[in-house]
């Protein structure tokens, strides 16, 4: 049975792929029988299932997964399977996709600004019923589109409230969110026209710091304090994040019970406590095996670069876990070093500094696995140069995180 097919930029692959994992090959056999000269992108299906059962069962609120972060319908069954029945979604095609696969889903719009013709469609032909809003402009536009519709008095509106920047590796302070004061007038406004209230807010993404979310609590306290009106839905967003070299988080229970306390504090007995993690859940379940064309020094010139799957190893300058492939010829050296990579198209921005450790003698015709790319990889490949190729094939490895310690402990697993 043929478990891969060949997509081109961000087609989604369609296929559902087997349930028995005897079924699937291993990323050494898989290279080893095929030799493929484009990238390969490694889907964990069990990975991904045993990821979101650990959030769900470890949370205790409702968790809507981030559906930007990866949109692979493969991903969306696998984190439905372990009990996802939430999705965030920031466009009309992320909202078809999810609805098509799953028609009793729960959908939430959350991008807080939005096409007009986007509200409407959600919300007449796809069930939306959740819309997220920081403006008075964004707000009117939600209520134009749909409060005439609204018969049955379903409508919920989440307030999303900036941040000051803080310590995420990727701020996201600048772009959304009402400050104070005008999340105050919001959550007035929106209230009358509301069967769902809400407050939300994103402390940014891969936030290490699990004293962020605290934080943010104490200012969410403060607007609820001051707006005084009832409130049933408080978001904590995402950010929520995972290993990398040089980067090893808190354990997630460190995440959640900061959260956990920060919503007792607010003494909202009736509100729901929502999460929108993306990375992890899905960083773990993918990687993607790329073969190195050229050596240059201490430079690797591979199949893959920032206008594929690896944008964030070149914007900003994410480092991820490595491994070498060779099927054949000498064992590698067991002495590594630090090396770059260079992308394959024409564009000297196609740079990732690294360093990423390998064997010292890694060379053309090599192939290199490169782990945690389940999350913000496959998504953002582009066409640019033509090099917009690439398969996605299902394997029954373990995640390949770099580090034995994050391996998926059998509870989970199970």
Same mark, same amino acid.
């Given at each position: 049975?043929n478990?891969s097919?060949?997509?081109v930029?961000?087609?989604p692959?369609?296929r559902?792929?087997p349930a028995?994992a005897?079924l699937?090959?291993?990323?050494d ?6 030799r493929p000269?484009e ?5 964990r299906?069990e990975?991904?299932v045993a990821?979101a059962r650990?959030?769900?069962?470890a ?12 949109p692979?319908p493969a991903?969306?069954?696998a984190?439905?399977a372990?009990?996802?029945d939430?999705?965030?979604c ?7 996709l999810v609805?098509?696969?799953?028609p009793?889903a729960?959908i939430?719009f ?5 096409a007009?013709?986007a509200?409407?469609?959600a ?6 019923r ?23 008095g ?16 990727l701020?996201?302070?600048g772009?959304?969110?009402?400050a ?11 209230r009358?026209?509301?069967?769902r209230?809400g ?5 940014g993404?891969?936030c290490?710091d !699990? =004293?962020?979310?605290?934080? *943010?609590?104490? /200012?969410?306290?403060e607007v609820?304090? +001051?707006?005084?009106? #009832? ?6 967003g ?5 290993a990398?070299?040089g980067?090893?988080?808190a !354990? =997630?229970g460190a995440y959640l *019970?900061e959260? /956990?306390?920060g919503?007792e504090?607010? +003494?909202?007995?009736e #509100? ?7 990375r992890a859940?899905?960083a773990?379940?993918?990687?993607v095996?790329?073969q190195?064309l050229h050596?240059?020094g201490e430079a690797l010139?591979i199949n893959?670069?920032v206008f594929g799957?690896?944008?964030d190893?070149g ?10 492939i060779r099927?054949q010829?000498?064992a590698?050296?067991?002495r590594?070093?630090?090396f770059?990579?260079f992308?394959?198209?024409c ?8 360093p990423?450790?390998?064997?010292a003698d890694?060379?053309?015709g090599?192939?290199i696995?490169?782990g945690q ?10 066409g640019f ?8 094939v299902?394997?029954?490895?373990a995640p ?9 402990p ?5």
């Amino acid at each position: 049975m043929n478990l891969s097919r060949v997509r081109v930029a961000v087609t989604p692959l369609a296929r559902r792929f087997p349930a028995a994992a005897a079924l699937l090959p291993t990323v050494d056999a898989l290279i080893a029988q095929e030799r493929p000269e484009e990238p390969v992108h490694c889907f964990r299906p069990e990975a991904a299932v045993a990821a979101a059962r650990g959030f769900v069962g470890a949370f205790s609120g409702k968790v809507l997964y981030a559906v930007k972060c990866n949109p692979e319908p493969a991903m969306l069954r696998a984190l439905h399977a372990g009990g996802v029945d939430d999705f965030d979604c920031a466009s009309i095609t992320e909202i078809a996709l999810v609805r098509q696969m799953f028609p009793e889903a729960a959908i939430h719009f959350m991008h807080p600004v939005k096409a007009r013709g986007a509200i409407r469609s959600a919300w007449a032909q796809h069930g939306v019923r959740d819309f997220a809003l920081d403006s008075a402009d964004e707000l009117a536009k939600i209520l134009a589109e749909v409060r005439a519709t609204d018969t049955e008095g379903t409508l919920g509106l989440i307030v999303r409230l900036a941040l000051p920047k803080g310590g995420a590796v990727l701020d996201l302070s600048g772009k959304f969110g009402a400050a104070a004061e005008e999340a105050v007038s919001l959550l007035r406004a929106a209230r009358p026209h509301a069967a769902r209230l809400g407050l939300s807010f994103h402390v940014g993404s891969q936030c290490l710091d !699990p =004293l962020a979310w605290r934080a *943010a609590l104490a /200012e969410v306290a403060e607007v609820v304090r +001051r707006a005084d009106v #009832a409130i049933e839905v408080i978001d904590v967003g995402g950010g929520f994040p995972v290993a990398y070299p040089g980067m090893e988080p808190a !354990p =997630l229970g460190a995440y959640l *019970a900061e959260i /956990e306390a920060g919503f007792e504090r607010l +003494r909202l007995p009736e #509100a729901e406590l929502w999460a929108e993690p993306g990375r992890a859940l899905a960083a773990g379940a993918g990687s993607v095996v790329v073969q190195v064309l050229h050596r240059r020094g201490e430079a690797l010139y591979i199949n893959d670069g920032v206008f594929g799957s690896l944008a964030d190893a070149g914007t900003l300058g994410f480092r991820y876990p490595v491994r070498l492939i060779r099927p054949q010829g000498p064992a590698p050296s067991r002495r590594e070093i630090g090396f770059s990579f260079f992308g394959p198209t024409c564009d000297s921005a196609d740079a990732m500094c690294g360093p990423f450790f390998l064997p010292a003698d890694a060379g053309e015709g090599d192939w290199i696995e490169i782990g945690q790319l389940g999350a913000y990889g496959a998504c953002l490949r582009t066409g640019f140069n033509g090099f917009d190729r690439a398969r996605l094939v299902a394997v029954r490895d373990a995640p390949f995180t770099g580090s034995p310690a994050l391996a998926l402990p059998t509870s989970v697993a199970a």
